[in-house]
């Protein structure tokens, strides 16, 4: 077997998701590559450029450089997680990981040509020993989204160590430019979440608690996934409404689409929709303090409604229409979808209301999607569209949080960071998902990349002026709720006997807050090497995993980022570098269970109100 099918088989079974087509042609060669043997010959490649050959290792002795490069990190913990844009050789990678064998790293490797190049002369199952995810391939882009996107959090935000292989932006200049800025987004987006979070905390927390006792008896989106499944053939378009000024300029083509296209609205965009004759087919709120006044129309209470647990009570209790509940949006949710073995479903979003209305469409099947109100920015000023609130001021362009961006036109208009966030995501779902064809039919806003810019007009008469007319109202209607009956009575039972498992639960935190202060005082008297420490640390680990396997700690996890982010901002503001890990880490778990043990008075005094509102207690 010659060496690229060794490597190929070895891709294969290592590293499945990697899509990889055995009958792959490059197009066209646009590295001129070339192999060179250093000292000890060992086979470096390397890319000729402007009659200059760049290689991907040292040509005197590729092992100790790549030690060298190695040996560059500084601070590397049990939490760090490196990130490596290029393979090269496979040298540098294989150095890393058997320098950190305990660490995670992703590689990418977007370079199809590159990559082909590595798997025809170097040895791909000595190189990727280790914990070590690949991006490459087909979808090398996708994956290396992806693959952030579940590592990266503000918990390790600090230890992404983030390197570019040695000489491969002098070969890949633009591909590294644009990784480098996928990777900040990334960051910049983990960090945006942690804002909204800790801003909306107790009204997010409010709101869980209370839409639980509408979770149990309502829908789930997946139960419109599944309404749509007979007609996703079709290749019928779905058209996400949302609240941008430019709604204004196109609003009345809209009504030529009902029956047509399946129309979702967003909250903000309801009253302009209505008040054009328009009837959506879903709308969606997600906003923890969305203003109730945008539902107080009966034609709107009406309207079959996705949202969010942590989206406003006060809207979900009055709502008159189906309203359909993401699964695994929470622990506590989750966990009852596994009791009952029920589907778990989750939305991926950029944080807007209309990135979740995209998510929805998108998994509901509908091979194209059409953007309206989806400005993105604040054209000429103007922040929504005229129908949303009254008297509403526009922007003030001098204030520095606003800056400039491309608009559909070619010419700039003014949007802010939480704005263009959304619109990066945009760009990132288009790529990832090339099976799905988005129009932007705003007609003004901030350009997004990957979408066909046109009309509404245009756009309708493109994609449904042929369709049948379906009454998406009636398809998507469910006949029967998320749980039965019998289940329903069962989660009630539940939900009475929360108070007193919380009761036990709080003496488990605190024994375990008793062990991470004994832990800590050990640890600042260097008593590490001590039985009794080692038996404290076992004893400690074991009642974490009790923790983490208790149902309760799914009920209490609408606290945890919470907590961890208030934890985590004391640890990484801590200048006291005395301090080490293991003593940031038992302070930090102190911390979380005195907190934890706050909250669980807090909740159980909630929870026995709710118990009597809902009338599964008496006062």
């Known amino acids: 077997m010659s060496l690229y099918n060794e490597n190929i088989k070895f891709l294969k079974e290592n590293y499945p998701y990697v899509k990889?087509?055995?009958?792959?042609?490059?197009?066209?060669?646009?590295?001129?590559?070339?192999?060179?043997?250093?000292?000890?010959?060992?086979?470096?490649?390397?890319?000729?450029?402007?009659?200059?050959?760049?290689?991907?290792?040292?040509?005197?002795?590729?092992?100790?450089?790549?030690?060298h490069w190695v040996n560059q990190f500084e601070n590397v913990n049990y939490r760090t997680i490196f990130i490596i844009v290029g393979v090269g050789n496979g040298i540098y990678i294989r150095k890393l990981a058997e320098k950190y064998p305990e660490n995670y790293i992703i590689v990418c490797e977007p370079d199809m040509e590159l990559f082909v190049a590595y798997l025809e002369t170097q040895n791909m199952k000595r190189d990727f020993s280790g914990k070590i995810f690949l991006a490459a391939g087909e979808n090398a882009d996708a994956l290396y989204i992806e693959l952030m996107y579940q590592v990266i959090n503000y918990d390790n935000k600090k230890e992404i160590k983030y390197e570019i292989l040695p000489n491969y932006q002098n070969v890949n200049e633009q591909l590294v430019l644009l990784y480098r800025k996928k990777y900040r987004d990334c960051v910049s987006r983990v960090i945006i979440k942690r804002n909204t979070i800790v801003v909306d905390e107790q009204t997010r927390a409010e709101n869980q608690l209370r839409n639980m006792f509408y979770f149990y008896k309502k829908f789930s989106i997946g139960q419109l996934y599944d309404a749509t499944e007979k007609i996703t053939h079709q290749n019928r378009a779905a058209i996400v409404v949302a609240a941008g000024p430019s709604l204004d300029k196109n609003i009345t083509e809209l009504k030529k689409a009902q029956n047509k296209a399946f129309i979702i609205v967003v909250d903000t965009a309801l009253k302009t929709v209505i008040k054009a004759g328009v009837k959506p087919d879903l709308a969606i709120m997600i906003d923890p303090e969305k203003d109730p006044s945008l539902f107080e129309n009966e034609v709107i209470k009406n309207i079959p409604l996705c949202v969010s647990i942590y989206g406003n009570y006060r809207i979900i209790s009055k709502h008159k229409g189906e309203v359909f509940f993401p699964t695994g949006e929470?622990?506590?949710?989750?966990?009852?979808?596994?009791?009952?073995?029920?589907?778990?479903?989750?939305?991926?979003?950029?944080?807007?209301?209309?990135?979740?209305?995209?998510?929805?469409?998108?998994?509901?099947?509908?091979?194209?999607?059409?953007?309206?109100?989806?400005?993105?920015?604040?054209?000429?000023?103007?922040?929504?569209?005229?129908?949303?609130?009254?008297?509403?001021?526009g922007i003030e362009a001098s204030n520095s949080k606003?800056?400039?961006?491309?608009?559909?036109?070619?010419?700039?208009?003014?949007?802010?960071?939480?704005?263009?966030?959304?619109?990066?995501?945009?760009?990132e779902q288009i790529n990832i998902n090339p099976q799905i064809r988005v129009i932007d039919a705003t007609e003004g806003g901030a350009k997004i990349n990957g979408t066909e810019i046109m009309t509404l007009k245009e756009a309708i008469s493109l994609t449904c002026e042929n369709q049948d007319d379906i009454d998406y109202r009636s398809l998507i209607k469910p006949t029967e709720t998320m749980f039965n009956e019998e289940q329903q009575e069962e989660i009630e039972q539940y939900f009475i006997n929360i108070e007193s498992q919380l009761s036990k639960l709080k003496k488990v935190l605190k024994d375990q807050e008793i062990n991470y202060i004994q832990l800590e005082k050990m640890e600042i008297r260097n008593q590490q090497n001590e039985s009794k420490y080692k038996r404290l640390v076992e004893k400690t680990s074991k009642t974490a995993k009790k923790l983490e396997e208790n149902e309760l700690m799914d009920f209490l996890q609408l606290y945890q980022n919470i907590v961890e982010y208030r934890v985590l901002d004391n640890m990484n503001d801590d200048q006291d570098k005395t301090l080490t890990e293991s003593i940031k880490a038992a302070k930090g778990g102190k911390m979380i269970c005195q907190t934890y043990i706050e909250n669980?008075?807090?909740?159980k005094v909630k929870w026995h109100q709710l118990l009597i509102e809902n009338h599964l207690i008496e006062e």
């Open 20 to 67: 990889w087509d055995e009958e792959h042609e490059l197009e066209s060669n646009v590295h001129e590559i070339c192999a060179i043997n250093d000292r000890k010959n060992n086979v470096m490649l390397g890319v000729k450029v402007d009659n200059h050959i760049w290689s991907f290792g040292s040509c005197y002795d590729a092992e100790m450089a790549a030690e």
């Open 330 to 393: 929470s622990n506590l949710t989750e966990a009852l979808m596994k009791k009952y073995n029920k589907g778990i479903y989750t939305v991926p979003t950029g944080g807007s209301v209309a990135n979740n209305a995209f998510s929805i469409v998108g998994f509901m099947g509908f091979g194209t999607i059409i953007l309206i109100g989806q400005d993105l920015a604040y054209p000429n000023g103007q922040i929504h569209t005229a129908e949303a609130y009254d008297d509403e001021k």
């Open 402 to 427: 606003y800056f400039e961006v491309e608009d559909i036109y070619g010419g700039k208009v003014y949007t802010e960071s939480n704005m263009d966030s959304y619109r990066k995501w945009y760009e």
């Open 600 to 603: 669980i008075d807090t909740v």
